[in-house]
């Protein structure tokens, strides 16, 4: 998908708005998703936590709009535990 917006707010850290409306603010690293960050879907679902190459990655906390959270560890954008 295209974006639409790409700014970048200080060294390694973006603000990421893609064409379905999403929006990702947090640390960048050869283009993708790395690091530190919280990712924001137009359904309300929110995460906040870890990435690795694009993808959840390590401890994080994902808020869904039905107000389930779900607190733990994700391995390539899956809850291991």
Known sequence: ASDIQFLYTKKGEVMKTYSNGDVFYGEFYNGRRHGYGVYCWT???IWYGRYK???RNGYGML???GNMIYYGKWVGDSKVE
């Open 53 to 55: 190459d694009g993808y």
């Open 63 to 65: 808020i869904k709009s």
């Open 43 to 45: 359904n309300g679902d």
